[in-house]
């Protein structure tokens, strides 16, 4: 059983930067690929950002692309979530997201296990 657990978020202004961390536990980390996931009120949880665990092969939806950027550390067993120039619209709770190497990891309904999330507020 893998546990999670993300830190970082906070409250920025527009155009402003945070960094979210998820560290885990509980699993060997280098076999899992992971994934970072949002949430706003009112809407429902939409897909990020994700690394894949061999190659560090990362990719992004649309909306954050050339902004955010995901990396890890598999010796800290950590994943990393930098994100830069960050919108009004980037306020949300952001989710960190665990599934074995290989699995689809843009659709949340696949992800076998979850952080309990943190919350960025970015304000204009």
């Known amino acids: 059983q893998v546990q999670l657990v993300e830190s970082g978020g906070g409250s920025v202004q527009t155009g402003g930067s945070l960094r979210l961390s998820c560290a885990a536990s509980g699993g060997t980390f280098s076999m899992y690929d992971m994934a970072w996931f949002r949430q706003a009120p009112g809407k429902e949880r939409e897909f990020v950002a994700a690394i894949r665990s061999i190659g560090g092969y990362t990719f992004y939806a649309d909306i954050v692309k050339g902004r955010f950027t995901a990396s890890r550390d598999n010796a800290k067993n950590t994943v990393y979530l930098q994100m830069n120039s960050l919108k009004p619209e980037d306020t949300a709770v952001y989710y960190c997201?665990?599934?074995?190497?290989?699995?689809?990891?843009?659709?949340?309904?696949?992800?076998?296990?979850w952080g309990k999330g943190t919350l960025v507020t970015v304000s204009s």
């Open positions: 997201a665990a599934s074995p190497r290989g699995s689809p990891l843009t659709n949340s309904q696949g992800m076998n296990y």
